[in-house]
T-cell receptor, first 112, second 118 residues
Framework: KQEVTQIPAALSVPEGENLVLNCSFT??????LQWFRQDPGKGLTSLLL?????REQTSGRLNASLDKSSGRSTLYIAASQPGDSATYLC???????????FGTGTRLQVTL | GAVVSQHPSRVICKSGTSVKIECRSL??????MFWYRQFPKQSLMLMAT?????????EQGVEKDKFLINHASLTLSTLTVTSAHPEDSSFYIC??????????????FGQGTRLTVV
């Protein structure tokens, strides 16, 4: 059974700092990994999708890496802003039914 | 990205009543629909998977007679919480996909429904 863990569970940083969020998964036989953002009481916004054959993806200030063999992914946020404050979720797609398994999330607060 | 519409966004109902949640894929045909729920301060957990025109497959611990899923068309799926109780209060969110289970495709989600049972 796939299990996904995210560290840290919560993070508070001052505006302008670069930061790294971590995601680990137990079964490396994945199809892809996706990072999402969730604002309080809201749905999910897709940030980046990394296919199993890829090593990284970039979008603006965001960069996500994937090391499938070690079961790890990181989300790097450059020059953080207060608007980046949200919960960040990683999810891996795996298994015969191509199910998404979500991580526990990292709650980020960027302070002024 | 794909456009997914989920309705209602928020609902409060009395214990014992039923609530229907709709999920529409507006610009693509959803052959498969995933339904998730999220309890406060927890991550999303898959409840069930349905393919258009077929019965849904439920995850372990999810009561199929309580959470009725209808996926009769390629653009609409509904989740009905029957005889709701306070412990069913949660955030429910749908995720339609194309091409069957869509191994390499990006996942898109509805806006979610906050259900509160009083």
């Amino acid at each position: 059974k796939q299990e996904v863990t995210q560290i840290p569970a919560a993070l508070s940083v001052p505006e302008g700092e670069n930061l790294v969020l971590n995601c680990s998964f137990t079964d490396s036989a994945i199809y892809n990994l996706q990072w999402f953002r969730q604002d309080p009481g809201k749905g999910l916004t897709s940030l980046l999708l990394i296919q199993s054959s890829q090593r990284e993806q970039t979008s603006g200030r965001l960069n996500a890496s994937l090391d499938k063999s070690s079961g790890r992914s990181t989300l790097y946020i450059a020059a953080s802003q207060p608007g980046d404050s949200a919960t960040y979720l990683c999810a891996v797609k795996s298994g015969t039914a191509s199910k998404l398994t979500f991580g526990t999330g990292t709650r980020l607060q960027v302070t002024l | 990205g794909a456009v997914v519409s989920q309705h209602p966004s928020r609902v409060i109902c009395k214990s014992g009543t039923s609530v229907k949640i709709e999920c529409r894929s507006l610009d693509f045909q959803a052959t498969t629909m995933f339904w998730y729920r999220q309890f406060p301060k927890q991550s999303l957990m898959l409840m069930a998977t349905s393919n258009e025109g077929s019965k849904a497959t439920y995850e372990q611990g999810v009561e199929k007679d309580k959470f009725l899923i209808n996926h009769a068309s390629l653009t609409l799926s509904t989740l009905t919480v029957t005889s709701a109780h306070p412990e069913d209060s949660s955030f429910y969110i749908c995720s339609p996909t194309t091409g069957g289970s869509g191994m390499n495709t990006e996942a898109f989600f509805g806006q979610g429904t906050r259900l509160t049972v009083v």
